[in-house]
């Protein structure tokens, strides 16, 4: 295996700091970085930024991957470490992860679940880190599926146009369809969906400030909700135990609030 030469070091480790202090930059003035004030913290003029990122949206497209990337690895190592066939905690693990990055990295949270970037458009080169948890999500209700779960009240039909837009969406899944399953999979999608947007709005409500002076037992409540949602795609139907209030939870040495 080749080493890489001197000056390969140096400019990973120059764009590693550069990108840490942007980062730094995103909890005092958010998404409205100055490539001029990155450079001086970096101990750069601003045209030597240039040879590392050749504006500032090449610079907010790197946070941006990082983040989705760091989100979902806090989703799926969670996810992950739950036994298999315990579906409803494997759900609520997915969402501790979420919860738990999100809290700890509210600024990195906010540039990718808050406000639209004024005059930035995301590159096709965010999606894929972007439905990370979505995936992972949609592989949690496929395994319901595959053993005859269902969302507890019926779904109501999905128009043309949707369902059309599922299956496309189905159809590009690295994860293989499953056979002869009810409900369909695209209502599985579908049902997924709802619970993706269901978790990052109770998360977003949170790290937002949406539920102070309303809620101040933030983790039950988030368990709770979590387990609604659980009930809603049928995963309860066949929990080992529904013990899933007893995962083990991080919130990045912040407290069950």
């Not at 070091?9 to 700091?17: D, K, L, M, Y």
């Not at 470490?81 to 997915?94: E, G, H, I, T, Y």
């Not at 969402?95 to 679940?113: F, N």
Request: hydrophobic share 45%; charged share 20%; glycine share 6%.
């Amino acid at each position: 295996m080749s080493v890489p030469s001197l000056r390969a070091r140096v400019r990973a480790e120059t764009v590693e700091e550069i990108r840490t202090i942007a980062k730094r930059h995103l909890a005092t003035d958010g998404a409205n970085l100055s490539l001029r004030a990155v450079a001086r913290d970096a101990g750069l003029v601003p045209s030597a930024l240039y040879r590392y990122f050749p504006n500032r949206d090449a610079l907010l497209t790197t946070l941006i991957t990082d983040a989705y990337t760091a989100l979902a690895a806090s989703a799926k190592a969670a996810e992950a470490a739950v036994p298999r066939d315990d579906l409803p905690a494997r759900l609520l693990s997915l969402g501790h992860g979420v919860r738990s990055w999100a809290r700890a990295h509210p600024a990195e949270y906010a540039l990718i679940y808050g406000s639209p970037v004024p005059s930035y458009t995301a590159p096709q080169e965010t999606l894929v880190p972007a439905s990370e948890v979505v995936m992972t999500l949609i592989g949690i209700l496929f395994d319901g599926a595959e053993r005859g779960l269902r969302p507890a009240a019926p779904p109501r039909p999905l128009p043309p146009a949707i369902h059309a837009e599922l299956h496309r969406l189905l159809d590009q899944s690295p994860r293989p369809k499953p056979a002869g399953t009810e409900p369909a999979p695209e209502m599985v999608i579908a049902t997924a969906f709802t619970l993706w947007i269901q978790l990052f709005g109770l998360v977003s409500f949170e790290v937002f400030g949406r539920l102070d002076d309303l809620i101040e037992e933030r983790q039950e409540y988030f368990e709770h909700q979590m387990l609604v949602m659980a009930d809603f795609a049928g995963l309860t139907a066949v929990a080992p135990s529904l013990s899933c209030s007893r995962v083990s939870v991080t919130d990045g040495g912040k407290g069950p609030r």
